[in-house]
C-alpha cells in the first residue's frame, strides 16, 4: 500500500470491555511497531515486530495489553478489560528493516480510543 | 530512567529562524530523529543524526554532540506550514525502539 494504515480511526468503548486495534504496514516493511499518544504528550513505546516476532515488549503496560502480527504484515494490538486510563492515540509504524543502522519509521494516522 | 527534554513550545514569525534543542539521557544511543507531527496528524520523519555534526536538509538542519547528549532542530526561512509539534527521539538499542521527547509545539506567526 502506499503507507501505514489503521483501523478504526476512532473507537469508543465502554469500561471493561476488549478492543482490537488494526494496522497495516507498508508492503515489504519488516518492522512494525506500536506508540500509545495521549493528549499533548510524546509518544511511548508500546512493542516492536521483527517479521512475526516480537524482541521488544517491554513498553506494554500490563498484561491487558497484547500484539499480534501475522504473515510478516498485519497487526493487531488487544486491550482487554479496558480502563479510562487507556483513553489515548494509538499509532502503528513501520520501517524495511529494525536493527542495526538507523532505519526511518513511517507512522499511520492512529486509532483515538476513547474508554467511557 | 530514560528521559529526553525539550521545550513545551516556541513562537517566532514567519521568514524568521529557530532552534528547538533536545537534550537526551538514555542507557543506550544509537542516534537522534525528529519527526514533525501537525494536529491531529501522523508523524513524519524529518532527520537523523548517528554521528556528531550538522545534517542539512533544506530549510530544515539537525545537530548532535554525543559529548553533551544534546541537539538541535533548526528550521530557517519559517513558513506557516511549519507550525506543528516537534519530537526529538533517541533509538536507544539496536531494536529499533524510539524513545520520545514530550514535543515543542511550533507556532509561526505572520
Redesign the interface.
Given at each position: 500500500g502506499a503507507g501505514?494504515s489503521q483501523s478504526p480511526s476512532n473507537k469508543v468503548t465502554e469500561k471493561g470491555k476488549d478492543v482490537e486495534l488494526r494496522c497495516d504496514p507498508i508492503s515489504g516493511h519488516t518492522?512494525l511497531?506500536w506508540?500509545r499518544q495521549s493528549l499533548?504528550?510524546?509518544?511511548?513505546?508500546l512493542i516492536?515486530f521483527?517479521g512475526n516476532s516480537a524482541?521488544?515488549k517491554?513498553?506494554l503496560p500490563s498484561d491487558r495489553f497484547s500484539a499480534e502480527r501475522t504473515g510478516g504484515s498485519v497487526s493487531t494490538l488487544t486491550i482487554q478489560r479496558t480502563q479510562q486510563e487507556d483513553s489515548a492515540v494509538y499509532?502503528c509504524a513501520s520501517?524495511l528493516?529494525?536493527?542495526?543502522?538507523?532505519?526511518?519509521?513511517?507512522?499511520?494516522?492512529?486509532t483515538r480510543l476513547t474508554v467511557l | 530512567g530514560q528521559s529526553l527534554e525539550q521545550p513545551s513550545e516556541v513562537t517566532a514569525v514567519e521568514g524568521a529562524i529557530v532552534q528547538i534543542n533536545c537534550t537526551y539521557q538514555t542507557s543506550g544511543f544509537y542516534g537522534l530523529s525528529w519527526y514533525q507531527q501537525h494536529d491531529g496528524g501522523a508523524p513524519t520523519f524529518l532527520s537523523y543524526n548517528a554521528l556528531d555534526g550538522l545534517e542539512e536538509t533544506g530549510r530544515f538542519s539537525s545537530f548532535l554532540s554525543r559529548s553533551d547528549s544534546y541537539g538541535y532542530l533548526l528550521l530557517q526561512e519559517l513558513q506557516m506550514k511549519d507550525s506543528a509539534s516537534y519530537f526529538c527521539a533517541v533509538k536507544g538499542n539496536q531494536g529499533g525502539k524510539l524513545i520520545f521527547g514530550q514535543g515543542t509545539e511550533l507556532s509561526v506567526k505572520p
Open positions: 501505514v518492522a511497531y506508540y499533548g504528550q510524546g509518544l511511548e513505546f516492536y521483527q524482541p521488544d517491554s513498553g499509532l520501517s528493516v529494525g536493527g542495526g543502522a538507523f532505519n526511518e519509521q513511517f507512522f499511520g494516522p492512529g | -
